[in-house]
Antibody, heavy 116, light 111 residues
Framework: EVHLVESGGGLVQPGGSLRLSCTAS????????MSWVRQAPGKGLEWVAN??????ERYYMDRGRFTISRDDAKNSLFLQMNSLRAEDTALYYC???????????WGQGTLVTVSS | QSALTQPASVSGSPGQSITISCAGT?????????VSWYQQHPDKVPKLMIY???RRPSGISDRFSGSKSGNTASLTISGLQAEDEADYYC???????????FGGGTKLTVL
């Protein structure tokens, strides 16, 4: 069974940084694109970033402040978030992606709150 | 403002059919057959219901169907059941610049 478990969320001040992690199990992690998708409180879904198998291709909703990476040896996905703003407050989901076409498995999410 | 446009809400009675539209452009929905739909119950994780416009993942009821015409995709739910009450989001591949776009979501109420 596919399992995605996020961690690393929390309360951070505007301008601060946070590193989210996602540990995957139940599938061959290195064979899949992976994505981060976020959902602000009471709002819709918003794609944040994705990374291909091996990490050679990375795409971002907002290039510059966020960096996605992966460690296939540890079945882990990461999202480094810098210069955080109040509008980045959201539940961040780790998702398994099918080549940009759809997201077939989602984690439970980790909550990021940006506030002073 | 979301890249794809969905109605904020739709409703139907048990047993009826409803359709949720998702309007995009030739750069996303109209340009690729990579539309997907997700169901999200309150405080739950989104669940994939339809992918590649009209394909259903294993375990998804055939009451759920998807289609596309031009720049607009649609999700149809037939034989509405109380458990179908949820938020529904469409998504599309948007090319190498935008990559993935979502709709703003539609709240389905089963009367």
């Amino acid at each position: 069974e596919v399992h995605l478990v996020e961690s690393g969320g929390g309360l951070v001040q505007p301008g601060g940084s946070l590193r989210l992690s996602c540990t995957a199990s139940g599938f061959t992690f290195s064979s899949y694109w992976m994505s981060w998708v976020r959902q602000a409180p009471g709002k819709g879904l918003e794609w944040v970033a994705n990374i291909n198998q091996g990490g050679g291709e990375r795409y971002y909703m907002d290039r510059g402040r966020f960096t996605i990476s992966r460690d296939d040896a540890k079945n882990s996905l990461f999202l480094q978030m810098n210069s955080l703003r109040a509008e980045d407050t959201a539940l961040y989901y780790c998702t398994r992606e099918q080549d940009g076409r759809y997201f077939d498995h989602w984690g439970q999410g980790t909550l990021v709150t940006v506030s002073s | 403002q979301s890249a794809l446009t969905q109605p904020a809400s739709v409703s139907g009675s048990p047993g009826q059919s409803i359709t949720i539209s998702c309007a995009g452009t030739s750069s996303d929905i109209g340009g690729y057959n990579f539309v997907s739909w997700y169901q999200q119950h309150p405080d739950k994780v989104p669940k994939l219901m339809i992918y590649d416009v009209s394909r259903r993942p294993s375990g998804i009821s055939d009451r759920f169907s998807g289609s596309k015409s031009g720049n607009t995709a649609s999700l149809t739910i037939s034989g509405l059941q109380a458990e179908d009450e949820a938020d529904y989001y469409c998504s599309s591949y948007g090319g190498t610049n935008t990559l993935v776009v979502f709709g703003g979501g539609t709240k389905l109420t089963v009367l």
